[in-house]
């Protein structure tokens, strides 16, 4: 006979009698879970998101090139790859009629794994910001040479792109991509009872610094507008302010100092940066014209890091009716990122005569009548390079 037939089958056991055993020392069916090492681990998946506009000028003579024809973004990079967005105004297929089709394309062919991706592409309105209403879902796609596009085969109907669209301005429409592409997977061990150190905070002890008052020993009035601010910190972050509060030419005689020439807010949003090292919410745009009054108040004091900032914000955000106007501050300013960007704008094809036109060309040419030449020889260089190909 079986002995397990004689034993019987085996009886479950209640856990607080396995509890019990153990601790009496009469041994236990399984070990203490209570004393036995814990480890733990974690998946972890990388990704990189990037963001690309593509503008579309003279959208009215792309219309009736053909189907399957297109025009093309530069290419752009995003997780180690090349990518392009190609926009095709009589659609990508003949399935697509009275659409336009806008496609993401991936540029790697050597042979290699897919590339995992998750975009979208969406039309920007007049004034840059994504449509609430017409606004295409993520797409997710895995692309390899095999499979190197993936999109929107009837983006939108050319009849809402017609005059008059919330999406054209002066014939051009623009196309943002979004794209995060997922890098990699990997498994890390955790480590136990280990202590979280929070993040670094000392932008927003400095910013509650200058909020509070406390410890602040000189005063400036803008425009009959008080700020409180402490002289130390002024000092080490502008040599400007260095040399007025702590050098030869020191304000000795008063603890009160008066500001010409500029607003309130730029004021604010100037110490705010010498405190933090970061833009406020209220200059981070570089279609706001506070972005500009800002970068004069950064040259002035000689905060070179937020004048590079602004100069870049305003170079990414030029368009017909601001170009003249930075170029204008760029050449007053010194500011050569800036001054390249609004020289190769205006050199674009199609654009110098719709520029010329607006108040902020004159104003330009009667401050600053020599960089005239400069937009000429780079017009020139362009439509020279051009006939040569």
Known sequence: MD??????????IAPSSLLDTAHHGGGSAFPDVFCLPKTSS???TKSVTAVHDFKVTDYSLLDGMGVGRYVSSSTFAAGGRDWAVRFYPDGATAGCLGHVSAFLYYFNRQPAAGVRARFTLNLLERDGRMSQQATNPYMKHTFSPASDNWGFIKFIEKSKLLTGSPY????????????????ESRTVEDEMNSVVVPPPNLHQDFVEMLKDGEGADVTFTVDGQSFRAHR?????RSPV??????????????????????????????????????????????RNAAMQHLLVAADRYGVERLRLMCESKLSEAIDVETVATALALA????CSQLQRACIGFMA?????????????FNHLIASCPLVLKEILDKVSCIWSDNQHR
């Open 3 to 12: 002995a397990r037939s004689v034993a019987g089958p085996p009886q479950p």
């Open 42 to 44: 974690t998946s972890l």
């Open 168 to 183: 054209l301005h002066k014939d051009s429409l623009t196309i943002r991509c979004v794209l995060t592409v997922v890098i």
């Open 232 to 236: 130390c910190v002024l000092a080490y």
């Open 241 to 286: 302010f260095g040399a007025e509060l702590f050098g030869p030419m020191k304000e000795k005689a008063t603890s009160c100092i008066r500001i010409d020439g500029m607003e309130p807010p730029i004021f604010e949003a100037l110490l705010h940066f010498i405190y933090t090292d970061r833009l406020p919410d209220s200059c981070n745009d570089g």
């Open 331 to 334: 050449e007053q300013h010194n």
């Open 348 to 360: 674009s094809p199609n654009m110098l005569g719709p520029i010329m036109e607006t108040d902020g």
